[in-house]
């Protein structure tokens, strides 16, 4: 895909419901008595991986355009399925059912494409095991394809290396099966859709500072769930409105928890004209317009407990500190490595492409931003992420740009290049 340098973006832009919150309202729709209606969910290659999984395990799940049924059989109603369970690119569908999958009467295998076959699990096996799962990788990686036997679970307190989303829900999803309560601290908060919707759902979870505590549960109940547009999308046209001369954009109805919005904290640093419209909440997620104009953004440092509210906004904030004066420091972000590419190597390879004076480090990396960019052959690595923030680079750049495996971005924003098309 060939793109080129843009005098204006103006208009309005409604992006996809957030995708961790719809793969969330699937899986505990599942193992919810009734049935759950899921409005605003996000119709992703991920999202549907995990509909396919909780298919095979027995749920029947309706979609239409404007809504998700999934008809729930409770928290002990999953069937053991005839086949292999099938992730595709989805490091949260693994993770996550590993979780719920560690406690049921049955053996399954999981696993999905290449990248994820790459990516690391050690990370819940351990803590799954310590909780009595036999969980174990098939090539004794530490990697996907993962066996799980059910087997009778107990609860634990564990202190996570990493703060991350995946690795807690897992561990609280295991815990509504547990004999006993289950805590997890991390050494930063990270995201907590899966906290307000357990909550929603029934369950017996707390949050104290950085713990987290959930015990056994009888049941959970069905609930409607609205799926707001997902900030990590809507992250790329915030990008784009500041580094895009004469620019307005509005985002509409954009989830804004405090545990996701570390990228209007960097953007309003950077010096971004970042207006929150019409503010409220929805199914307990804060909810917001976004207005956007374009500005003239300085450099700032970036690190500590800020990491996990962005973590997936640090490609495109590293195309936006290309473009603002001065040299930004991006630090404490080594998970970067592990995602569905290597996206410190990705980002640096590309930008570099671009003529930007970027320096990996080994947890982040260091931009002099203000140098002229132009247009390269952009290598995608087969991540939508770093597809779609190298859209938003090329905006400013001089020539031509091209996107190489664009539909890469199907993972998590079907229609992203049409949108941003309709802004110019």
Do not use: W
């Not at 690795?167 to 907590?192: H, M, Q, W």
């Not at 928890?257 to 209007?264: A, E, F, P, W």
């Not at 906004?313 to 500190?321: H, Q, R, S, T, Y």
């Amino acid at each position: 895909m060939e793109l080129t340098k843009k005098s204006a973006l103006r208009g309005e832009i409604t992006v996809p419901g957030d995708k961790s919150i719809s793969h969330r309202s699937i899986m505990f729709g599942s193992l919810a008595q009734g049935t759950t209606e899921i409005t605003g969910f996000l119709n992703s290659a991920d999202c549907q991986s995990t509909i396919s999984c909780f298919r095979k395990m027995g749920i029947q799940i309706e979609e239409t355009p404007q809504k998700v049924l999934v008809h729930g059989k409770g928290l002990h109603g999953l069937l053991a399925p005839s086949d292999i369970l099938y992730a595709g690119n989805s490091g949260t569908t693994v993770r996550l059912i590993s979780g719920i999958l560690a406690p049921q009467p049955f053996s399954v295998v999981i696993t999905g494409d290449a990248s994820i076959q790459k990516r690391p699990m050690k990370r819940i096996i351990d803590p799954l095991s310590l909780m009595g799962a036999d969980i174990k990788s098939q090539l004794d990686n530490g990697c996907a394809p993962l066996m799980v036997t059910g087997t009778p679970l107990h609860g634990i307190s564990y202190s996570s290396k990493t703060a991350s989303a995946q690795v807690k829900s897992s561990i609280l999803l295991a815990g509504l099966y547990a004999d006993g309560a289950t805590s997890v601290t991390e050494p930063e908060i990270s995201r907590n859709h899966s906290e307000i919707m357990l909550q929603a759902f029934g369950a017996n979870i707390s949050t104290a500072d950085k713990t987290v505590t959930i015990l056994p549960a009888e049941e959970l109940y069905a609930q409607k769930v609205e799926v707001p547009g997902d900030i990590s999308s809507a992250a790329y046209f915030i990008a784009a409105g500041l580094i895009t001369p004469n620019s307005e954009i509005l985002i509409r109805n954009v989830g804004i928890n405090k545990t996701r919005d570390g990228i209007l904290r960097v953007a309003k640093e950077m010096g971004g004209n970042i207006s929150l419209l019409n503010e409220r909440v929805a199914c307990g997620e804060p909810v917001a317009d976004i207005l956007v104009r374009s500005s003239a953004l300085h450099a700032t440092t970036i690190e500590g407990e800020i990491i996990p509210t962005l973590i997936d906004e640090l490609p495109v904030i590293a195309v936006m500190a290309a473009y603002a004066k001065g040299t930004t420091i991006i630090k404490d972000a080594a998970e970067l490595h592990v995602k569905e590419c290597d996206r410190i190597y990705a980002v640096t390879k590309n930008l570099q492409a671009m003529g930007a004076c970027i320096t990996a480090t080994e947890d982040g990396f260091i931009i002099d931003g203000g140098v002229s960019l132009h247009g390269a052959t952009i290598d995608t690595f087969l991540d939508h992420r770093i597809a779609m923030s190298f859209a938003v680079a090329s905006l400013q750049a001089e020539g031509t740009t091209v996107i190489e495996d664009p539909s890469c971005v199907s993972i998590s924003y079907p229609t992203f290049f049409h949108d941003l098309n309709a802004l110019s």
